[in-house]
T-cell receptor, first 115, second 118 residues
Framework: AQSVTQLDSHVSVSEGTPVLLRCNYSSSYSPSLFWYVQHPNKGLQLLLKYTSAATLVKGINGFEAEFKKSETSFHLTKPSAHMSDAAEYFCVVSALTDSWGKLQFGAGTQVVVTP | GAGVSQSPSNKVTEKGKDVELRCDPISGHTALYWYRQRLGQGLEFLIYFQGNSAPDKSGLPSDRFSAERTGESVSTLTIQRTQQEDSAVYLC????????????????FGPGTRLTVL
């Protein structure tokens, strides 16, 4: 079975400082992994995805994530937080069934950015 | 181009009433998904359509919930005899399965319908 755990429910950072959102997954095979962002009153937007190509994945808005099989992790980072990064972030694993890749969402990490 | 759209954006109903939620996927997207997001929680999968068939309905919480899809177009999620615990944001997503390995397609989400059951 596949699952995903986001280790922090809330993260608070100062503008201009690095952001680290932690995600661990469990999978019996090499999974596809995603990070989505949800801004208040807006739909979910894909930040980046890993699909067994390069282990360091670059996404939109300066975010990147590194797939580490040995640690079963897919942490999301950004070197310098911006006020517009305040949102909820979801780590997602694609769990293969017989016919499709079912997304399993983590519980989310709420990011607060202070001036 | 146009993204996934959902209507209504907000719906307030009384306990026991039926509601219909609509999703218009991105044109040409074969796959369509419904999710539920309760306040402060992650997304809960409800149902998956490939074309107009639903290979996976395992997330529908009860027989009060049903969904239909017309071809590779509009989908409707119906909740009968609504209960207060049905209050949530209902999200729809679509994806193109063409030419990608299983499980690697990107799902594009609509803005959601916020359902409040009084």
């Amino acid at each position: 079975a596949q699952s995903v755990t986001q280790l922090d429910s809330h993260v608070s950072v100062s503008e201009g400082t690095p952001v680290l959102l932690r995600c661990n997954y469990s999978s019996s095979y090499s999974p596809s992994l995603f990070w989505y962002v949800q801004h208040p009153n807006k739909g979910l937007q894909l930040l980046l995805k890993y699909t067994s190509a390069a282990t360091l994945v670059k996404g939109i808005n300066g975010f990147e994530a590194e797939f580490k099989k040995s640690e079963t992790s897919f942490h999301l980072t950004k070197p310098s937080a911006h006020m517009s990064d305040a949102a909820e972030y979801f780590c997602v694993v694609s769990a293969l069934t017989d016919s499709w890749g079912k997304l399993q969402f983590g519980a989310g990490t709420q990011v607060v950015v202070t001036p | 181009g146009a993204g996934v759209s959902q209507s209504p954006s907000n719906k307030v109903t009384e306990k026991g009433k039926d509601v219909e939620l609509r999703c218009d996927p991105i044109s040409g997207h074969t796959a369509l998904y419904w999710y539920r997001q309760r306040l402060g929680q992650g997304l809960e999968f409800l149902i998956y359509f490939q074309g107009n068939s639903a290979p996976d309905k395992s997330g529908l919480p009860s027989d009060r919930f049903s969904a239909e899809r017309t071809g590779e177009s509009v989908s409707t999620l119906t909740i009968q005899r609504t209960q207060q615990e049905d209050s949530a944001v209902y999200l729809c997503a679509s994806s193109s399965l063409a030419g990608v390995p299983l499980g690697t397609d990107t799902q594009y989400f609509g803005p959601g319908t916020r359902l409040t059951v009084l």
